[in-house]
């Protein structure tokens, strides 16, 4: 069989079926410097000037290093940009730095209100009207890649509209009103989510960093978020993911719950995560992504290539189904690593993984 | 009248079931009964928020109630500090403190400024989303002993390495510590730092631990 395209083996691997090597890829943040370099963008121009420089910086990004997946977007502030905050773009910085909101309008629990209509519109107003535009770009300008979007859980995009020790201090003192308003972030991202798969995402990616356990009880997880991470991603088509980034030790078997309950595809960590302990608790059919340091091994300048391989074959050593990072890719990766990162994942082991097949 | 244990028992319980009025009601009888305020903060407030550490330690407590516990924490100290005298035999040293540009987030860098609080440093808190060149500037002008800076996301923490650089170049005595969920001890190794702190919760875990240390100092 001639090698599978990128789309085609990003296709077979979430329905778990063979495929003809690893796949290279991410369901997160993914926008690298030397292919913003080569299109002539600046960083900051990349997020809100135009879907086509959204487009253009994630295809450039997944082909100049022969990743499996586009990703769009970038940044965490669309929906709080599109619910009235400002955001910051550090124009002026010489450095990469993501979009961010200095200042959130809310400042209180009891002043967060969503309105139906909000809901309704939020995909019509700006920014949020450049990333459906976006996709499809990459559709028609890179068919052969697959295109994944992503959504911040309701704890974590909270946290982007109202300061999160409001809201974790909220979960004990205001219990009501934090499960209302999670309720009703939770109805905003399966609404966002859905026009993303509607305009051509091919898979999306539903990520809840604020809520490892580091930061919350696995109690309050289990009694207040995993139900809504279910239903939202119960709302989505598949193929979905689920990701938290932290102490996910205590939450593996939750997680992954909320992944099997919704229909959903696979479950990613971060490296605080121990993936062959996941792997124990989950099983052979459990999709299990991530873990690999983002910073360490492709950005880090005294890594060298040979330490870079290295840690790439100890992540696939671990029994990841995919190479996936464990969280957003930073952009200022040194092209010589990356490049040897990429070629390690795909010659290393070229037997199937715990969950998915060779062909 | 409430005996001086009577009433760091009830500040330092207060503190562990981030009980507020408790707190307040007990810092002003420390004052009005004309007991040493750095003692009510040592032996209650901070003798609290050490049981609080253990908790989080054994997983009991997570962050959100620490932060109660650390708002009632302070309700202490802003009735008690005003009343401890500058050569009362707290710490005399500065801390510039302040998560890097590019995050706002701070719930980790408050919990830390909460522990140099506690133990009496004067602390110059830049805020969130510092730009670089602010935590060297204000090292300089306060000639601080200890820079604090965090980073919530793999995406900021790398401002840290150059703050570092240029801080270390014009004064290599200052110790830098480093901290939030992307910082490992590698990466605070690579970047030159002298310590490190991985979460908000982990930052408490340290700070508490120093000052344990310090009330040990204290009591000598």
């Not at chain 1, 000037?49 to 940044?75: H, T, Y």
């Amino acid at each position: 069989m001639a090698e599978l395209s990128p789309i085609e083996r990003v296709t077979r691997f979430f329905n778990r079926e063979p495929v003809d090597k690893m796949p290279f890829f991410t369901g997160m943040g993914m926008v690298l410097a030397p292919a913003i370099k080569k299109l002539g963008y600046n960083f900051p121009s990349i997020h809100r000037e135009s879907a086509e420089k959204l487009a253009w910086a994630g295809i450039e990004s997944a082909r100049m290093f022969n990743l499996d997946a586009i990703v769009i977007p970038f940044d965490m502030c669309w929906e709080s940009e599109a619910l009235g905050n400002k955001i910051s773009l550090y124009e002026e910085s010489e450095d990469i730095l993501y979009p961010t909101i200095p200042t959130k309008n809310w400042t209180e629990l009891d002043q967060v209100e969503i309105t139906q209509a909000q809901i309704d519109t939020i995909m019509d107003t700006f920014p949020m009207t450049l990333i459906p535009d976006a996709i499809k770009i990459c559709k028609k300008e890179a068919p052969e890649l697959p295109v994944g979007a992503w959504q911040l859980g309701p704890f974590t995009q909270c946290g982007q509209t109202i300061e999160l020790d409001k809201v974790l201090k909220g979960v004990f003192k205001q219990k009501e009103k934090v499960n209302e308003i999670l309720d009703s972030f939770s109805d905003l991202i399966i609404e966002i989510g859905k026009s993303l798969q509607a305009a051509g995402a091919d898979f999306i990616t539903l990520r809840e960093p604020g809520v490892a356990a580091d930061l919350l009880s696995p109690k309050t997880f289990k009694e207040v978020i995993a139900p809504r991470l279910t239903r939202i991603l119960g709302g989505w088509k598949s193929p979905k993911v689920l990701h938290i980034c932290g102490s996910t030790d205590p939450l593996t078997e939750m997680m992954w719950k909320c992944v099997t309950d919704s229909g959903g595809q696979a479950i990613s960590f971060d490296i605080k995560n121990n993936i062959p302990e996941s792997r124990k608790k989950l099983g052979n059919d459990a999709l299990i992504v991530g873990n690999y340091d983002v910073f360490a091994l492709p950005c880090a300048e005294e890594t060298t290539v040979e330490m870079a391989i290295e840690g790439m074959k100890a992540n696939i050593d671990l029994g990841v189904d995919a190479v996936w990072p464990g969280c957003d890719l930073w952009p200022d990766i040194k092209e010589e690593n990356f490049r040897a990162m990429e070629k390690t994942a795909r010659e290393y082991k070229v037997g199937p993984t715990a969950a998915v097949g060779r062909i | 009248m409430a005996t001086k244990e009577e009433l760091f028992e009830k500040l330092k319980q207060g503190v562990i079931d981030f009980e507020e009025e408790p707190v307040i009601e007990a810092s002003q009888q420390v004052l009005d009964e004309g007991y040493v305020p750095l003692e009510a903060i040592m032996d209650g407030l901070a003798a609290g928020m050490q049981v609080v550490g253990e908790l989080y330690e054994k997983n009991e407590y997570f962050v959100p109630e620490v932060l109660m516990c650390a708002d009632a924490l302070y309700k202490g100290l802003a009735i008690l500090r005003p009343h401890v005298p500058k050569d009362g035999g707290g710490v005399n040293a500065q801390v510039v403190i302040g998560s890097i540009q590019g995050d706002v987030h701070d719930i980790g860098k408050n919990l830390v400024k909460m522990m140099f609080d506690v133990a009496g440093w004067d602390v110059h808190d830049l805020g969130r989303d510092v730009p670089l060149e602010n935590f060297v500037e204000e090292q300089l002008r306060t000639d601080s002993e200890v820079v604090a800076m965090s980073a919530m996301m793999t995406t900021t923490m790398l401002g840290m390495k150059k703050v570092i650089k240029m801080i270390k170049e014009k004064n290599p005595d200052v110790a830098i510590m480093l901290g939030g969920a992307p910082v490992t001890k590698d990466v605070a190794n690579l970047f030159g730092a002298d310590g490190y702190a991985e979460s908000a919760g982990n930052a408490v875990v340290e700070g508490i631990k120093m000052i344990g240390r310090l009330r040990d100092m204290q009591a000598k």
